[in-house]
Structures are given as structure tokens and as C-alpha cells.
């Protein structure tokens, strides 16, 4: 069967953060995000700070740094393009090493390298102190359609059979001397999609069955109650409220300032 | 009589126009073990989908309990699916939740059952199927045998008058396969199991049903089924190499 690729980004560890109801941790992660998106890029003390504050939960966590810094690489794209903001920009210019760079491009590019990150990290820490599905029912839990999270979580569910399927299909082509070679033999791999479309849709119909046998009415059962006492929302309210702290300094300093 | 299950009369036809079932009937009393044989194709399990009144429409009547099985009553149902707990042959289409313990509880969770009743009903089924410890996996990380063990569980979690699988022994190897033996004779159940596996149904079933062209072609102790050569032709049953039922019911 599937190796469980779903489940890849949580790391399973016993914490306080860990333990937190999921729907907390979503809005402490906004909130957190928002903080930081609206602190004035000029103000790199401020972003020190939130970086700080993330290596604090990391820790609390009891994450490991360098997991955290090996998943970031989906974060390359972001880099690429802000490194060639010095470039493009217009406006004042200074030289680095010979290159004659735009000041509002390098600042613009040090916001959207700091912001980013600084979100990436948050994104990255929420998914690995938060098992998927709960993730799921944190999003239900703040008012996203149940049909919507329902879908999902099958989702979840079923991408590891429906992977295997795939798998099984490819080798079965393999076995009777198939491979891709060039364009004609698109219509070979449009036909097995069809084949896995068709299987996927009787597999869709067999759970419903399945559902309906154990009394399934339309409604999914609440099962897990995620309900968060106010400690809980207190607590995780910490990183967002220290976060909109942090914005408030750098925007006081900015105004003093000028 | 005492009857769990009763059939009679039953005749279905797939919209397509296939005719599955022509007139079965037989009742199984209760704390029977009955194994359902027969060919593929025979319509064994267009019977079981008419137990829990999945599939209906056509002629006669199921009975559950002495309660009749009647689609049209929307309450009656659910009581019927609470009543006959079917077991499908892939577990794959039978755990559709991220866990096993959700799995498990999903059908008591449907009959009402909150809070700690329901984590009492869900801890006992996986328990008696042995498979507590791994309640918060997800499904798609155990093996196919612990996976049919908690489609076990997530049936026997609503308390059912009859179990039925189908075809529960398919894909085992043979020390999943005791073992689900064990787990099957240790319950207090009403059990009509369908297979292929005609040793198993040896070994868990003391009568059996020969389904072959959508009606009851024999019912009777399963090793004198199993002996029966010509009967056994007739409904392309055939025995594994060096099976000799005769050699079990010999004594
Ligand atoms: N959805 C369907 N639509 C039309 N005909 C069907 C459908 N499902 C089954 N049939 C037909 O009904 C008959 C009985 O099928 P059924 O699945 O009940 O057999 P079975 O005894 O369970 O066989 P097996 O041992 O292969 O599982 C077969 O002729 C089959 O082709
Ligand atoms: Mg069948």
C-alpha cells in the first residue's frame, strides 16, 4: 500500500502546542501573518523579533531547526523573484560590488524575502504541530461549509488507494511491454485515466454503500469535539498577540521617528 | 423458532435487466454460523445487499429479528442496519474515515451514541478484534489483515443481530486468516458469512447454503455439503488439493 505521503508534514510530538485546538492555531497563524504583512519593511529589528518569536515556538514545540529549515525549500521560488527586484526596480541606486542596484527594489526585495519567510515558517510550524484532518475540522470548526471538509477529508483518505491504483495500472502497461515514448502514445495513458476515473467512481459508489450500511444518513457524525476552553485561546492567542506588538513598535518608531 | 434471519420469496433483477435472484428463501436461527457458498456470479452478494435493504424492489421479503425490511420506512431502516452488520469484501471501501477509531465509531455515532458511551462502544470492538493499539492509525498505514480486523470492529461497534461478511478470508495469508477464525468463533453472534474458501467455512460453519443460479440449490451441514461430490460439481465447487472433508466429519 501507499507509504502515507499525506501525513508527511505533521511531526508527531507530545506539546502544548501540539495539544492546542486545532481552529486556535489557524487563527493564531492569520493573525500572526497579518501582524508581520503589515509592519513597515524598513524596521528590520521588528522582523527579528518575529523570528524570535517563531524560534520560540519551534522550540516549545520541541520541533526540530533543522526540519523546519529543510522544509523552507518550498520557499525558493519566492527567493528567486526577490533577488531580482535590485534589478527591475526604479528609483534611487547604489553600487554592490559593481552592480548598480535600485535602493527601493533592495528594501522591496528584503520585505518580501522577510515577510515571506516569516510566513512560510508559521505555515510550516502549524502543519507540523497539527495532524491534517483535525486541520480539517479546525477549518470546519471556523465556518467553512461541512460538505466542503467532508470532501477533503476523503481526499485525504482515498490519495494513498488512489496513488496505489495509478501505480498498479503503470506496472500493468510496463509488464505488457508499454512505455511512453513520444506523443502517440498519449492515447494509451488518456485511456488508463479513464480506466482509473471509472475505478475511482465504482470505489466512490462501494464506500457509499459502505456508508449506508452503518447508518449514514447524509449527516457526518461529529465525532471529535473540538472545542477550546479559554486557557487554550489565551494561550495560543501569545504568538499573535506579541506579533501585533511588535507591528505596533515598528509603526511607533516610524512615526517618532520621522 | 428463534429466527435472526428470514428470507422469502426473494427475486431481483439489476436495472439493467440482469436477473440476479430467482425465489430465495431460508432463515438462519439465531447464534447460527452459516457459510453461503457458491459460483461466481451466483448472486451471493446481491443477496447480502438486500439484508440491510440496500438493494430491493424486487419480489418477496427479508425479515431481521421477526422486523420486516421495508426501504420505503426511513427509521425502520436504520434500525435494520443497526441490526445486520455487513462486512464488505475490501476493507479499503469499508474505512473511509482518517482513523480507525473514527472508522469504528462512525456507525454508533450514526444510532446517537455521544461522548463516553460511544468511546466505551468503540475501545470494546477494536478490543475484541485485537486491534486496540492501533486505534488512532489511519487505515492506509496497517496491512490488509489488520485492515478486514477493524471492518470487523467498525460492524461489531453497533452491536449487530447478525454479522455478514463477504468474503472475509480473500487476500489473507493464512495467519490472518486463523486468526480472524479465532476472532469469528469467539463472538457471540449470528454469522452468515459468504466464501470461496470452502475449508473456512469448515471450520466456522457447522451448515451451509449452495447459492448457484440466484436460488438456494442446498442447505445443510457443511461437511456433508462438502462431501458430496456430485452436488459439489454440479455448482462448480471444488475443493483445494488435499482437502478431504469426509477425513473431518469421519470421527
Ligand atoms: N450492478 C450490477 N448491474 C447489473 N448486473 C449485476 C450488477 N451486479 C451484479 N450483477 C450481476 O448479477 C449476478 C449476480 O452477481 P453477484 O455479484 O451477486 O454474484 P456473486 O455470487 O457475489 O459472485 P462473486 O462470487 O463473483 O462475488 C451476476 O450475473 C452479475 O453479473
Ligand atoms: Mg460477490
Redesign the pocket.
Known sequence: MGAGHAHALYVRRDSVVHRLPPHCKIVATVGFVLAVAITPRHEVWAFAAYALLLAGVTVVARIPFGTVLRRMVIEIPFVAFAFFLPFVARGERVEVLGLALSVDGLWGAFGILAKGTLGVVASILLAATTEPRTLLLGVERLGLPPLLTQIATFMFRYLDVVADELRRMRIARAARGFEARDLRDAKVLARSLGALFLRCFERGERVHLAMLSRGYDGAMPVLAEVGASRRQWALSAALPAAAGLVAAAAWMAVWTLR | MDASLEVSGLAYA???G????FGVTTSVRRGERVALL????????????HLNGILHGGAGTVRVGGMPVDPSDKKALKEIRRRVGVVF?DPDDQLFMPTAREDVAFGPANLGLRGAALERRVEEALERVGMAEFADRAPQHLSFGQRRRVAVATVLAMEPEILVL??PSSNLDPASRRELAEILLSLDVTILM?T?DLPYAAQLCPRSLI?SG?VIAADGPTLELLADAELMAAHRLELPFGFIPQALSGA
Open positions: 439489476y436495472p439493467d440482469t436477473q440476479a435472484l457458491g459460483p461466481n456470479g451466483a448472486g451471493k452478494t446481491t443477496l447480502v445487499l469484501q463477504d468474503e459468504v470461496h447459492l440466484g
